[in-house]
């Protein structure tokens, strides 16, 4: 592809060569002649000085000079575009496996593509060129929006809806029972579920991420909500609108994330926690049952608290061997008053293990 018809397919603008040929990208440091590769920030500027590529994708005030740029106001989204135009997905050939078994009643769209040893359930609806590769589990009456991509090894329970454009990658399971149990005579008994998943549009759920139905309702996943591999989202969650969680994040049930928050990796969310609008959630952080992180808010640790707070409580820590030094020099001193004086000392402070 030439540096003139990328930027065009990008709707962007372009300065030197545009007829160089460009086939594939790369980062700065390893970009050759016929790579592109982006500069983010200023901080990047001497490497892309001193890189090969053959065409960068800089920022507006990135310096003119005798390279051929592309300019954009966001280079990585730029470059995550070329990315799909230089290395464009291959789609299976439209048709159902011999070795598929569906059901008779089952709603197939158009250009559908079904892979060896699928399964799918009756009344359920695939839209059109929705591309199901091998070995995934498809229940009753579920269904799936056009141009969705579901890969190997997915399992989708019964009545399971999902919109148009997901991706879901291997192993991810969908509508699986919500962990409810009901104390009864000593024992736990199953509290059945018997609600189900919804799932909005351009929805991406990752490698072994676990969505469990409702016990009564729906589990719900707004439009354009990016889940990372072994994510759990447990029963009756309701995820706003383009929320992003990354990996072996777990929400207990009931939790309630508004739109656009970021959730770290390995967080955990106790019982109908209210996450609001546009929060953040440092990676490794507790939410407590019940807790409300404010729209906005970048909050860390555990239990989750203010990243301000959190990080002057950090600095306490690291101040307390010190703290602890002062204060043994300080029962010294009093201990020799005392001493002067006839009375008693002061019960000692232990100093403890000396650290290794």
């Not at 009344?123 to 929705?130: E, F, L, N, P, Q």
């Not at 000593?186 to 189900?196: A, H, N, S």
């Amino acid at each position: 592809m030439r540096v003139r018809e990328l930027a065009q397919r990008l709707g962007l603008n372009f300065e030197g060569d545009g007829e160089r040929n460009l086939s594939g990208a790369a980062e700065l440091e390893r970009a050759g002649t016929e790579d592109v590769a982006f500069v983010g920030s200023k901080k990047f500027w001497k490497l892309a000085e001193a890189s090969a590529a053959g065409c960068l994708i800089v920022t507006f005030d990135y310096p003119s000079g005798d390279r051929t740029m592309i300019r954009a106001a966001e280079p990585r989204a730029a470059f995550a575009g070329s990315l799909m135009l230089l290395y464009p997905a291959s789609s299976p050939q439209p048709g159902v496996a011999p070795s598929a078994a569906i059901e008779t009643d089952v709603s197939l769209g158009d250009q559908v593509s079904i892979a060896p040893h699928t399964t799918i359930g009756s009344a359920s609806t695939i839209g059109d060129r929705v591309q199901i590769l091998a070995g995934c589990s498809i229940g009753r009456n579920v269904k799936i929006g056009k141009d969705s991509v579901i890969h190997p090894r997915v399992t989708i329970y019964d009545g399971v809806e999902i919109g148009e454009r997901a991706i879901i990658h291997s192993g991810a399971v969908i509508g699986a029972d919500g962990f409810g149990f009901v104390p009864m005579n000593g024992e736990w008994k199953k509290f059945p579920q018997v609600g189900g998943v919804k799932i909005g549009n351009d929805v991406e759920i990752g490698a072994n991420t676990c969505i469990d139905r409702a016990a009564l309702g729906v589990t719900f996943i707004g439009n354009g909500v990016k889940l990372d591999n072994m994510v759990h989202i447990a029963h009756n969650c309701q995820i706003g609108d383009h929320v992003v969680i990354a990996a072996q994040t777990g929400l207990s049930g009931g939790v309630i994330v508004e739109h656009h928050a970021i959730i770290g990796g390995q967080v955990g969310i106790g019982d109908k926690a209210r996450i609001e609008s546009g929060a953040v959630l440092g990676s490794g952080c507790g939410v407590l049952t019940s807790k409300i992180v404010r729209a906005g808010q970048p909050v860390w640790g555990t239990p989750a608290r203010p990243l301000r707070e959190y990080l002057e409580q950090l600095a306490l820590v690291a101040r307390l061997p010190e703290t602890k030094n002062q204060l043994l020099q300080i029962q010294d001193a009093l201990n020799a008053l005392a001493e002067r004086a006839g009375l008693p000392p002061s019960t000692p402070i232990e100093p403890g293990p000396e650290p290794d």
